[in-house]
Protein backbone atom coordinates (compact mmCIF):
# COMPACT_ATOMS: atom_id res chain seq x y z
CA UNK A 1 0.00 0.00 0.00
CA UNK A 2 2.93 2.39 0.86
CA UNK A 3 4.38 1.22 -2.43
CA UNK A 4 1.70 2.36 -4.28
CA UNK A 5 1.20 5.58 -2.34
CA UNK A 6 4.91 6.64 -2.82
CA UNK A 7 4.90 5.40 -6.34
CA UNK A 8 1.19 7.70 -7.21
CA UNK A 9 3.57 11.01 -5.79
CA UNK A 10 6.59 10.67 -7.64
CA UNK A 11 4.46 10.39 -11.22
CA UNK A 12 2.73 13.61 -9.87
CA UNK A 13 6.34 14.90 -8.91
CA UNK A 14 7.49 14.48 -12.44
CA UNK A 15 4.51 15.77 -14.01
CA UNK A 16 4.77 19.07 -12.35
CA UNK A 17 8.33 19.13 -12.62
CA UNK A 18 7.33 18.59 -16.50
CA UNK A 19 4.56 21.15 -16.31
CA UNK A 20 6.86 23.66 -14.88
CA UNK A 21 9.76 23.14 -17.36
CA UNK A 22 7.16 24.12 -20.15
CA UNK A 23 5.76 26.71 -18.85
CA UNK A 24 9.14 27.91 -18.14
CA UNK A 25 10.43 27.49 -21.72
CA UNK A 26 7.01 29.06 -22.99
CA UNK A 27 7.38 32.03 -20.94
CA UNK A 28 11.64 32.35 -21.71
CA UNK A 29 10.35 32.17 -25.37
CA UNK A 30 8.28 35.08 -25.33
CA UNK A 31 10.24 37.22 -22.53
CA UNK A 32 11.41 39.98 -24.13
CA UNK A 33 15.31 39.97 -25.03
CA UNK A 34 17.72 43.13 -23.54
CA UNK A 35 17.91 45.47 -26.25
CA UNK A 36 21.66 45.48 -27.48
CA UNK A 37 23.56 49.29 -27.40
CA UNK A 38 26.88 50.84 -27.13
CA UNK A 39 27.01 53.42 -25.26
CA UNK A 40 29.40 56.52 -23.93
CA UNK A 41 30.30 57.88 -20.70
CA UNK A 42 29.90 61.52 -19.79
CA UNK A 43 33.10 63.52 -18.96
CA UNK A 44 34.85 66.39 -18.23
CA UNK A 45 37.47 67.66 -21.42
CA UNK A 46 38.50 69.87 -23.59
CA UNK A 47 35.81 71.23 -26.18
CA UNK A 48 36.33 73.23 -29.62
CA UNK A 49 32.74 74.64 -31.56
CA UNK A 50 34.33 75.49 -35.23
CA UNK A 51 32.91 76.49 -38.47
CA UNK A 52 34.37 74.95 -41.56
CA UNK A 53 34.76 76.00 -44.93
CA UNK A 54 36.75 75.35 -48.11
CA UNK A 55 39.35 78.98 -48.82
CA UNK A 56 41.54 80.28 -51.35
CA UNK A 57 45.09 81.99 -51.22
CA UNK A 58 45.24 84.86 -52.64
CA UNK A 59 48.23 87.25 -53.19
CA UNK A 60 47.72 90.42 -50.41
CA UNK A 61 48.71 93.47 -53.23
CA UNK A 62 48.26 92.69 -56.55
CA UNK A 63 48.83 95.01 -59.15
CA UNK A 64 47.22 95.38 -62.52
CA UNK A 65 49.32 97.35 -65.04
CA UNK A 66 47.04 99.26 -67.29
CA UNK A 67 47.48 100.85 -71.23
CA UNK A 68 47.88 104.68 -69.84
CA UNK A 69 46.96 105.57 -73.49
CA UNK A 70 45.06 103.97 -76.57
CA UNK A 71 47.47 102.33 -78.55
CA UNK A 72 48.84 99.23 -80.12
CA UNK A 73 50.60 96.87 -77.96
CA UNK A 74 53.29 94.32 -79.28
CA UNK A 75 53.06 90.55 -78.14
CA UNK A 76 54.59 90.83 -74.49
CA UNK A 77 57.57 88.26 -74.05
CA UNK A 78 57.20 87.59 -70.20
CA UNK A 79 55.28 84.50 -69.15
CA UNK A 80 53.80 84.07 -65.61
CA UNK A 81 55.76 83.28 -62.74
CA UNK A 82 58.38 85.55 -64.59
CA UNK A 83 60.61 87.78 -61.66
CA UNK A 84 60.25 91.20 -62.78
CA UNK A 85 61.97 94.24 -60.83
CA UNK A 86 60.42 97.74 -59.87
CA UNK A 87 59.95 100.24 -62.61
CA UNK A 88 61.31 97.28 -65.11
CA UNK A 89 59.97 97.92 -69.01
CA UNK A 90 56.78 95.26 -69.52
CA UNK A 91 55.80 96.57 -72.62
CA UNK A 92 56.60 99.31 -75.57
CA UNK A 93 52.75 100.85 -76.59
CA UNK A 94 53.30 102.31 -80.54
CA UNK A 95 50.96 104.50 -82.40
CA UNK A 96 47.84 103.29 -83.17
CA UNK A 97 48.15 101.79 -87.33
CA UNK A 98 45.54 104.07 -89.42
CA UNK A 99 42.69 102.50 -90.40
CA UNK A 100 41.83 100.41 -94.22
CA UNK A 101 39.63 102.57 -96.78
CA UNK A 102 36.72 101.00 -98.60
CA UNK A 103 36.06 101.79 -102.18
CA UNK A 104 34.30 104.56 -101.53
CA UNK A 105 36.64 106.18 -99.14
CA UNK A 106 39.41 105.71 -101.50
CA UNK A 107 37.11 107.72 -104.49
CA UNK A 108 36.50 110.37 -101.46
CA UNK A 109 40.19 110.46 -100.42
CA UNK A 110 41.48 110.67 -104.32
CA UNK A 111 38.52 113.49 -105.04
CA UNK A 112 40.11 115.47 -102.07
CA UNK A 113 43.85 115.41 -103.21
CA UNK A 114 42.80 116.79 -106.67
CA UNK A 115 40.42 119.63 -104.71
CA UNK A 116 43.61 120.59 -102.84
CA UNK A 117 45.60 120.14 -105.88
CA UNK A 118 43.51 122.62 -107.86
CA UNK A 119 43.15 124.46 -104.58
CA UNK A 120 46.86 125.54 -104.08
CA UNK A 121 46.77 125.83 -108.12
CA UNK A 122 44.38 128.60 -107.77
CA UNK A 123 45.74 129.97 -104.34
CA UNK A 124 49.45 130.47 -106.44
CA UNK A 125 47.52 132.09 -109.40
CA UNK A 126 45.58 134.82 -107.38
CA UNK A 127 49.35 135.36 -105.16
CA UNK A 128 50.39 136.26 -108.64
CA UNK A 129 47.43 138.51 -109.28
CA UNK A 130 48.18 139.90 -105.77
CA UNK A 131 52.09 140.30 -106.28
CA UNK A 132 50.96 142.38 -109.42
CA UNK A 133 49.32 144.86 -108.01
CA UNK A 134 51.21 145.26 -105.28
CA UNK A 135 54.39 146.15 -107.84
CA UNK A 136 51.85 148.77 -109.30
CA UNK A 137 50.87 150.50 -106.14
CA UNK A 138 54.41 150.03 -105.04
CA UNK A 139 56.07 151.81 -108.16
CA UNK A 140 52.74 154.43 -108.71
CA UNK A 141 53.90 155.58 -105.08
CA UNK A 142 57.59 155.95 -105.50
CA UNK A 143 56.35 158.51 -108.51
CA UNK A 144 53.94 160.47 -106.53
CA UNK A 145 56.34 160.60 -104.09
CA UNK A 146 58.51 162.82 -106.33
CA UNK A 147 56.01 165.13 -107.74
CA UNK A 148 54.50 165.77 -104.26
CA UNK A 149 57.96 166.78 -103.26
CA UNK A 150 58.02 168.71 -106.75
CA UNK A 151 54.77 170.76 -105.35
CA UNK A 152 52.75 168.89 -108.18
CA UNK A 153 50.14 166.93 -106.24
CA UNK A 154 48.21 167.36 -102.90
CA UNK A 155 48.97 165.58 -99.77
CA UNK A 156 45.92 164.09 -100.39
CA UNK A 157 46.63 162.11 -103.27
CA UNK A 158 49.88 160.97 -101.65
CA UNK A 159 48.18 159.63 -98.90
CA UNK A 160 45.46 157.83 -101.25
CA UNK A 161 48.90 156.34 -103.32
CA UNK A 162 50.24 155.05 -99.94
CA UNK A 163 47.10 153.40 -98.77
CA UNK A 164 46.59 151.79 -101.79
CA UNK A 165 50.20 150.27 -101.67
CA UNK A 166 49.46 148.95 -98.02
CA UNK A 167 46.17 147.37 -99.11
CA UNK A 168 48.12 145.19 -102.20
CA UNK A 169 50.77 144.43 -99.50
CA UNK A 170 48.51 143.17 -97.20
CA UNK A 171 46.49 141.08 -100.16
CA UNK A 172 49.72 139.51 -101.65
CA UNK A 173 50.64 138.33 -97.86
CA UNK A 174 46.72 137.04 -97.84
CA UNK A 175 47.42 134.99 -101.21
CA UNK A 176 50.78 133.45 -100.18
CA UNK A 177 49.17 132.17 -96.56
CA UNK A 178 46.62 130.74 -98.60
CA UNK A 179 49.20 129.01 -101.11
CA UNK A 180 50.82 127.70 -97.25
CA UNK A 181 47.24 126.63 -96.87
CA UNK A 182 46.74 124.67 -99.89
CA UNK A 183 50.01 123.24 -99.34
CA UNK A 184 48.91 121.40 -95.83
CA UNK A 185 45.73 120.35 -97.34
CA UNK A 186 47.30 118.74 -99.92
CA UNK A 187 49.79 116.74 -97.82
CA UNK A 188 47.05 115.48 -95.55
CA UNK A 189 45.21 114.43 -98.43
CA UNK A 190 48.08 112.74 -99.72
CA UNK A 191 48.68 111.06 -96.23
CA UNK A 192 45.11 109.74 -96.09
CA UNK A 193 46.38 107.39 -99.07
CA UNK A 194 49.70 106.68 -98.42
CA UNK A 195 48.62 105.25 -95.20
CA UNK A 196 45.20 103.27 -96.05
CA UNK A 197 46.92 99.55 -95.89
CA UNK A 198 46.68 99.15 -92.13
CA UNK A 199 50.23 99.18 -91.85
CA UNK A 200 51.93 100.52 -88.22
CA UNK A 201 53.89 103.64 -88.41
CA UNK A 202 57.99 103.06 -87.75
CA UNK A 203 58.02 106.84 -86.47
CA UNK A 204 55.80 108.67 -84.15
CA UNK A 205 55.77 108.54 -79.70
CA UNK A 206 56.37 105.22 -78.08
CA UNK A 207 55.31 104.75 -74.38
CA UNK A 208 56.74 102.11 -71.99
CA UNK A 209 54.95 100.79 -69.27
CA UNK A 210 56.88 99.69 -66.14
CA UNK A 211 56.45 97.62 -62.96
CA UNK A 212 55.17 99.54 -59.86
CA UNK A 213 56.30 96.73 -57.63
CA UNK A 214 59.28 94.23 -57.40
CA UNK A 215 57.31 90.54 -57.85
CA UNK A 216 56.44 88.40 -60.37
CA UNK A 217 53.73 88.03 -63.35
CA UNK A 218 50.61 86.97 -61.95
CA UNK A 219 48.45 86.86 -65.25
CA UNK A 220 49.05 87.93 -69.17
CA UNK A 221 45.82 89.47 -69.50
CA UNK A 222 47.02 90.89 -72.51
CA UNK A 223 49.41 88.54 -73.63
CA UNK A 224 49.04 88.79 -77.98
CA UNK A 225 49.57 91.83 -79.65
CA UNK A 226 46.86 94.24 -80.70
CA UNK A 227 45.06 97.56 -80.13
CA UNK A 228 44.59 98.46 -76.54
CA UNK A 229 42.05 101.35 -75.41
CA UNK A 230 43.09 103.40 -72.48
CA UNK A 231 42.48 101.67 -68.75
CA UNK A 232 43.28 98.43 -70.19
CA UNK A 233 44.56 95.92 -68.39
CA UNK A 234 48.18 94.22 -69.69
CA UNK A 235 49.43 92.32 -67.12
CA UNK A 236 48.72 91.63 -63.47
CA UNK A 237 52.14 91.57 -61.03
CA UNK A 238 52.53 90.68 -57.56
CA UNK A 239 54.89 89.32 -54.51
CA UNK A 240 53.85 85.63 -54.38
CA UNK A 241 55.14 85.46 -50.67
CA UNK A 242 52.96 87.86 -49.15
CA UNK A 243 49.64 85.81 -49.06
CA UNK A 244 46.36 85.51 -47.53
CA UNK A 245 43.69 83.47 -47.15
CA UNK A 246 39.74 84.30 -47.93
CA UNK A 247 37.05 82.18 -47.18
CA UNK A 248 32.98 83.00 -47.72
CA UNK A 249 30.80 81.84 -45.19
CA UNK A 250 27.02 81.84 -44.30
CA UNK A 251 26.33 84.79 -42.98
CA UNK A 252 24.71 82.77 -39.63
CA UNK A 253 28.25 81.60 -39.29
CA UNK A 254 29.92 85.12 -40.12
CA UNK A 255 28.89 86.34 -36.70
CA UNK A 256 30.51 84.09 -34.43
CA UNK A 257 33.48 85.29 -36.27
CA UNK A 258 35.24 88.57 -35.77
CA UNK A 259 39.22 89.71 -36.09
CA UNK A 260 41.11 87.95 -34.16
CA UNK A 261 39.49 84.55 -34.14
CA UNK A 262 42.35 81.60 -34.89
CA UNK A 263 41.74 79.01 -37.76
CA UNK A 264 43.42 76.00 -38.42
CA UNK A 265 44.03 75.06 -42.09
CA UNK A 266 43.76 71.23 -43.20
CA UNK A 267 43.82 69.31 -46.74
CA UNK A 268 46.51 71.80 -48.53
CA UNK A 269 49.17 69.48 -49.78
CA UNK A 270 51.31 69.60 -46.64
CA UNK A 271 51.89 66.99 -43.44
CA UNK A 272 51.59 69.35 -41.05
CA UNK A 273 47.99 72.03 -40.24
CA UNK A 274 48.89 75.68 -40.87
CA UNK A 275 47.12 78.33 -38.18
CA UNK A 276 45.80 81.82 -39.10
CA UNK A 277 44.23 84.45 -37.57
CA UNK A 278 41.08 86.36 -39.04
CA UNK A 279 42.35 89.98 -40.09
CA UNK A 280 38.60 91.15 -41.65
CA UNK A 281 34.95 90.19 -41.60
CA UNK A 282 33.77 92.02 -44.55
CA UNK A 283 30.35 93.83 -43.41
CA UNK A 284 28.61 93.19 -47.15
CA UNK A 285 26.70 90.08 -48.08
CA UNK A 286 26.05 88.65 -51.40
CA UNK A 287 24.07 85.88 -52.62
CA UNK A 288 25.51 83.04 -54.16
CA UNK A 289 24.07 79.85 -55.35
CA UNK A 290 25.43 76.47 -53.42
CA UNK A 291 25.57 73.07 -55.29
CA UNK A 292 21.95 72.19 -54.68
CA UNK A 293 20.80 75.16 -56.22
CA UNK A 294 19.85 76.78 -52.85
CA UNK A 295 20.65 80.78 -52.84
CA UNK A 296 22.77 81.49 -49.86
CA UNK A 297 23.82 84.74 -48.33
CA UNK A 298 27.76 84.99 -47.79
CA UNK A 299 30.36 86.98 -46.12
CA UNK A 300 34.05 86.87 -47.29
CA UNK A 301 36.63 86.30 -44.36
CA UNK A 302 40.41 87.81 -44.97
CA UNK A 303 43.07 85.36 -42.91
CA UNK A 304 46.45 86.13 -41.98
CA UNK A 305 48.72 83.11 -42.03
CA UNK A 306 50.52 82.48 -38.32
CA UNK A 307 52.85 79.97 -39.04
CA UNK A 308 56.24 80.07 -40.22
CA UNK A 309 56.01 81.36 -43.58
CA UNK A 310 59.04 78.05 -44.50
CA UNK A 311 55.50 76.03 -44.06
CA UNK A 312 53.25 77.51 -46.36
CA UNK A 313 56.11 78.82 -48.94
CA UNK A 314 54.78 76.16 -51.62
CA UNK A 315 51.57 77.48 -51.47
CA UNK A 316 51.34 79.89 -54.14
CA UNK A 317 48.05 82.30 -55.75
CA UNK A 318 44.39 80.59 -55.76
CA UNK A 319 45.26 77.61 -53.94
CA UNK A 320 42.88 75.82 -51.93
CA UNK A 321 42.86 74.44 -48.33
CA UNK A 322 40.15 73.48 -45.40
CA UNK A 323 39.68 76.59 -43.19
CA UNK A 324 38.20 75.71 -39.70
CA UNK A 325 37.20 78.63 -37.38
CA UNK A 326 37.42 78.42 -33.66
CA UNK A 327 34.81 80.12 -32.61
CA UNK A 328 34.56 78.82 -28.89
CA UNK A 329 37.14 76.85 -26.88
CA UNK A 330 37.28 75.41 -23.43
CA UNK A 331 40.12 73.14 -21.69
CA UNK A 332 38.25 71.69 -19.30
CA UNK A 333 33.88 71.34 -19.77
CA UNK A 334 31.60 68.65 -18.59
CA UNK A 335 30.74 66.80 -22.65
CA UNK A 336 28.58 64.45 -23.91
CA UNK A 337 29.17 63.20 -27.42
CA UNK A 338 26.83 65.03 -30.28
CA UNK A 339 26.08 62.02 -31.94
CA UNK A 340 24.06 60.96 -28.25
CA UNK A 341 21.87 63.86 -27.98
CA UNK A 342 18.08 64.31 -30.00
CA UNK A 343 15.57 66.80 -29.95
CA UNK A 344 12.83 66.02 -27.49
CA UNK A 345 10.38 68.75 -27.86
CA UNK A 346 11.90 71.98 -26.96
CA UNK A 347 15.16 70.80 -25.57
CA UNK A 348 17.27 68.20 -25.63
CA UNK A 349 17.67 64.80 -24.01
CA UNK A 350 19.69 61.43 -24.53
CA UNK A 351 19.01 57.81 -23.58
CA UNK A 352 20.77 56.95 -20.56
CA UNK A 353 21.64 53.56 -18.85
CA UNK A 354 21.04 53.32 -15.42
CA UNK A 355 20.51 50.28 -13.60
CA UNK A 356 20.53 47.60 -16.52
CA UNK A 357 17.42 49.84 -17.92
CA UNK A 358 16.53 52.85 -20.40
CA UNK A 359 15.78 55.77 -19.17
CA UNK A 360 15.07 59.21 -21.33
CA UNK A 361 17.06 61.70 -19.70
CA UNK A 362 16.53 65.70 -20.33
CA UNK A 363 19.64 67.68 -20.39
CA UNK A 364 20.23 71.23 -20.58
CA UNK A 365 23.02 71.74 -23.53
CA UNK A 366 25.35 74.54 -24.05
CA UNK A 367 26.96 74.92 -26.87
CA UNK A 368 27.17 72.42 -29.95
CA UNK A 369 30.01 71.13 -31.70
CA UNK A 370 30.87 68.54 -34.32
CA UNK A 371 31.84 65.97 -31.85
CA UNK A 372 30.79 67.56 -28.36
CA UNK A 373 28.07 69.23 -26.99
CA UNK A 374 27.80 70.69 -23.44
CA UNK A 375 26.76 69.77 -20.85
CA UNK A 376 25.00 72.47 -18.60
CA UNK A 377 22.59 70.02 -16.78
CA UNK A 378 20.64 66.79 -16.60
CA UNK A 379 24.15 64.39 -16.66
CA UNK A 380 26.86 64.22 -14.45
CA UNK A 381 30.79 62.93 -15.40
CA UNK A 382 30.50 58.97 -15.56
CA UNK A 383 26.98 58.56 -16.81
CA UNK A 384 26.40 56.02 -19.30
CA UNK A 385 24.47 57.70 -22.20
CA UNK A 386 23.88 55.47 -25.82
CA UNK A 387 25.73 56.76 -28.59
CA UNK A 388 23.30 56.76 -32.01
CA UNK A 389 20.22 56.12 -30.39
CA UNK A 390 16.77 55.12 -32.51
CA UNK A 391 13.15 55.64 -32.30
CA UNK A 392 12.60 51.91 -31.24
CA UNK A 393 14.22 52.39 -28.01
CA UNK A 394 11.55 52.62 -25.33
CA UNK A 395 12.16 53.89 -21.11
CA UNK A 396 12.28 51.07 -19.22
CA UNK A 397 13.93 47.98 -21.18
CA UNK A 398 16.62 45.71 -20.43
CA UNK A 399 19.84 46.49 -22.04
CA UNK A 400 23.15 44.81 -22.85
CA UNK A 401 25.89 46.62 -23.46
CA UNK A 402 28.09 45.11 -26.43
CA UNK A 403 30.51 48.32 -26.81
CA UNK A 404 31.40 51.14 -24.26
CA UNK A 405 33.78 53.72 -24.55
CA UNK A 406 35.04 55.97 -21.91
CA UNK A 407 35.64 59.62 -23.26
Request: aromatic letters at 6%.
Amino acid sequence: MNLKLNGKMFRRAALLLLALLVAGAIIYAYWPAPVEVSVTKVSRGAMQVAVEEEGQTRVRERYIVAAPVAAYAPRIELHVGDKVEAHQELAVLEPLPPGVLDVRSRAASEARVAQTQAALDAARKNAEAAKAGAQFAGAELSRLRHLHAGGLISQSALEQAESEAQRTAATLAAANSSIQVAKYDLVAAQTMLRYDVGARSKGGERVPVRSPVAGVVLALNHENEGVVAPGEALITVGDPHALEVVADLLSSDAVRVHPGTHVVFTRWGGDASLLGRVRTVEPVAFTKISALGVEEQRVLVVVDFVSPENLWRRLGDGYRLEARFIVWESGDVLRVPASAVFQSGDGWAVVKVENGRLKIQPVKIGERGDEYNQVLGGLVAGDAVVTYPDDTLRAGERVRIIASRDE
